[in-house]
DNA sequence: ATGTGC
């Protein structure tokens, strides 16, 4: 690391300061438009902070890569800094194999077969828990789930699903949740254990333990070689769906309040205003769905484990997070509300919001790479909290998807899958061509990523995870 | 991201 390179910055845009944490190379890379939306987004009343993760790209209405917090008296809420995928978030289990034991690609392959049974990844193919009640689901979470779903059980002593998580569930107003019509509820039912599309993954992974973090490590239980599961997923229709609805009331509540920026596609409404609430306890619905749908997925994952390797195969839930969400948070004696758009909480060892599981460690911060490149199991450090904890969310697109699939051809993306080779990451698409525009050339590069994140402070790296197999949706 | 769009 140069110990010259800045990682920190603050800009005064008219409408107010943001905060940058990035390297001098990734802050020149991000470009004027990046500024342009913050100040519209700085423009929204009463906001008391903003900033940039290293990671942050143009999104619709905001960046993703933002966090953005208000006061809990006179706050805001932005359905459009949120985004459409509400809840999205990262699941890691850690299995009880070392990666030489997947060191053959048959092995690999069949058990990428056996996922792909289990995890419906075409765009409109339903899912296998068809005995699970949507309504539970979304007005409880993972409590909302029948016993048998819950595999671990409630046992503090073990890695169980309930306890090792950022939230098991969020309870809300319910009445809001017939705002949805019954379409959108059918599907969502159908939709539960699917993977999606875009980004979203099941990878199979080899750790790398990081020589400053071993103590972290090893009361994580990590072990040096370790083969992991990493789960990348979200609400799926029914986040689309709240944001779809909820965007369009916040609008006309707007109207009424003669609120607006210069740019129409950034809506916000004050929190105890009607159209603010409905969205919160909507939002807060969908957050459920994820965490739940992460959940499931994980569940079929070690189905196909099991089925493929022998039933002594573990895969203990590590932790769940998110990095698409708002919800108030405490500090102390102050009560705040953030958004976190493409951001993750990484909260330092002993910060008493951490789960009881990692109080003295800090949780994992779960942050994924591109296709065939690393991801990272990092740890927060006290120096994040100026920023409200957030860190990173993974690489960052450099490229829409349209632009890379004319760029990239798809010998150059086999090659960076290796295919061919005996260290193959083997992908479920045979044709590579479906998911070019996911390949690492679209993305920027993770390790400049993790490199700001820790040049400025934020957190530490406590496992390199190398990719074997992956999963992807269309 | 999304059973998607001017």
Known sequence: ????????????????????????RLFQDMGSKVLEMANNNLQIPNIRYMSYTPDAHVGVGTCIGTTAVWGAE??????????????CGMRVHVTNMQAEDLKDVRLRRK???????????????????????????LRKGLHGLPGKYVPDSYTPRKATSLTHVESSGFRFNEDVLDRLPEHVWHRSHRQLGTLGGGNHFVEIQSIQLHEDNYDVAQQWGLKDGQVIVMIHSGSRAWGGAVNQYCSSEVAKTMRQLGHGTADPKLQFAPIGSAAGDTYINLMYSALNFAIVNRHLLAYAVREAFRDTIGSGVELRTLYDLMHNYACGEEEGEDSYFIHRKGATRALPGGHPGNPAPYLTTGHPALIPGSMGTASYLMVGAAGGADNYYSICHGAGRIRSRNATKQLVSVDEFAASMRVGCEDEIVVNHRALESILDESPQAYKDVDQIIESVVGAGLATVVAKCSPLATVKGV
């Open 111 to 137: 058990l990428v077969k056996a996922i792909e049974k289990l995890i419906p990844v075409e765009s409109h193919a339903r899912g296998y828990f068809s005995d699970i009640r949507l309504e539970h689901v």
């Open 74 to 87: 006179n706050g805001y809420v932005s359905p459009s800094i949120v985004g459409s995928d509400i809840g």
């Open 1 to 24: 690391m140069n110990n010259n390179e800045t990682y920190y910055r603050q800009i005064d845009l008219p409408a107010g300061d943001l905060h940058i944490y990035a390297s001098d």
